[in-house]
């Protein structure tokens, strides 16, 4: 059994139920409440990102830290567009031009800092 204890607007205590005694709603937003709870301290652990359009797939990737670490698009599971590279910091460090899957160009910023 799960017992639920709630408090009013000025945090004190008003009342405590379990599970046998709460209507479908409350428990399906208090469902939600944990989701969004545990959803929110998961976010720093999201390694990668993917979205994908047809045949084209906007990929992310994240230092440990959160930050991101390298954002580009595939086309056909092939590098395609401008790869930009982060450092920890969140600072660009590196662009790469690919066109089919080849790397026509790389650009590093170091020498702009």
Known sequence: MVNY???NSR????????NNNINI????TMKLIILIIITSL???AI?????????TTKVSIFHRNGKIKIEGVKVR???DGKW???DERGMLVKVESYRDGKKMRTMKMGALR
């Open 47 to 55: 390694e990668s990102l993917k979205t994908t359009y047809g045949d």
């Open 11 to 18: 945090n004190r205590f008003n009342h405590v139920w379990d």
């Open 42 to 44: 998961m976010l720093p």
């Open 77 to 79: 599971n092939f590098k």
């Open 84 to 86: 930009r590279y982060y």
């Open 25 to 28: 709603g409350e428990k399906q």
């Open 5 to 7: 204890v709630a408090f």
